[in-house]
């Protein structure tokens, strides 16, 4: 049986401008595992729209929907004597 580190998983994210509502797909176990885990626990927000051997897809409202690049590191400044 194959596992995760023997092929590549894909995972990826959707929205329409103007839509109330996001779309993550993920074949990776962690992300699954996450995905199901937020099914349960918030039921009127997520929804399923996809689930077979080969993924899972879940629908969650756009306000979850966010990107953390990694901040800038700031230069320190030599004390000026």
Known sequence: MLSDKDYETETYTRFC???SRAYLFSEDRAWITKMKKWVKDYPKDV?????NRGGMEIEFPIEWFEINPPKK???KRAAIN
């Open 73 to 75: 590191e700031r230069k």
């Open 17 to 19: 401008k103007n839509d």
């Open 47 to 51: 929804k399923v729209t996809l689930e």
